[in-house]
């Protein structure tokens, strides 16, 4: 059975650096064809597609959050970390990591964690 | 950064067959996943490679994608159903996309 879970600060104050932490079980992301990624909800919006990191360290990001954004592995084998910097009130959402499943052009995320609510406020 | 267009809210009576339609032209190139969201929760994969269901999700949820647009379609609507719904894909710079969300209420 596949889970992941996510753990980082509640709240943070505005250009603070975010880092948040997925926790998975049921697979490696050393084996080939794993990735996990991230993605955000603000309170009674959409989601929004942050970052991911594939089983050979390969990374991606959201092109208009990329300068802010960086996803690796954990120091533990199953973990992974974002963090996303100069933190704004705009940012405050509900953080998902998600294993990525599937093959070029044809991905999909599952299972996803419960989430995490960042609140950014001074 | 490419989009995905959802219409902001659908709805249906019990019994009904409701669609939510999803249009970008990243899905010319790329497969289109579907997730339920109900209040509260996390989002929950409802159909993945354009038309194919994971065990466990009832048979009355369908896709299908054609060109830019794809179409979830719900038959035998149930009080269950009402949630949130997306649409996702990939862009040619493997970013994925999402849609803006589909509101569904059931009358």
């Known amino acids: 059975q596949v889970t992941l879970k996510e753990s980082g600060p509640a709240l943070v104050k505005p250009t603070q650096t975010l880092t948040l932490t997925c926790t998975f079980s049921?697979?490696?992301?050393?084996?080939?064809?794993?990735?996990v990624t991230w993605i955000r909800q603000p309170p009674g919006k959409a989601l929004e597609w942050l970052a991911r990191?594939?089983?050979?360290?390969?990374?991606f990001y959201n092109t208009s959050l990329k300068t802010r954004l960086t996803i690796s592995k954990g120091a533990s084998k199953n973990q992974v970390v974002l963090t996303m910097t100069n933190m704004d009130p705009v940012d405050t959402a509900t953080y998902y990591c998600a294993r990525l499943q599937g093959t070029t052009r044809e991905y999909w995320f599952d299972p996803w964690g419960q989430g995490t609510l960042v609140t950014v406020s001074s | 950064q490419s989009v995905l267009t959802q219409p902001p809210s659908a709805s249906g009576t019990p019994g009904q067959r409701v669609t939510i339609s999803c249009s970008g032209s990243s899905l010319g190139s790329n497969a289109v996943s579907w997730y339920q969201q109900l209040p509260g929760t996390a989002p929950k994969l409802l159909i993945f490679a354009n038309d194919h269901r994971p065990s466990g999700v009832p048979d009355r949820f369908s896709a299908s994608k054609s060109g830019t647009s794809a179409s979830l379609a719900i038959s035998g609507l149930q009080s269950e159903d009402e949630a949130d719904y997306y649409c996702a894909t990939w862009d040619d710079n493997l970013n994925g996309v999402l849609g803006g969300g589909t509101k569904l209420t059931v009358l």
């Open positions: 990191i594939d089983w050979d360290d390969d990374k």
């Open positions: 049921g697979f490696s992301l050393s084996t080939t064809g794993m990735r």
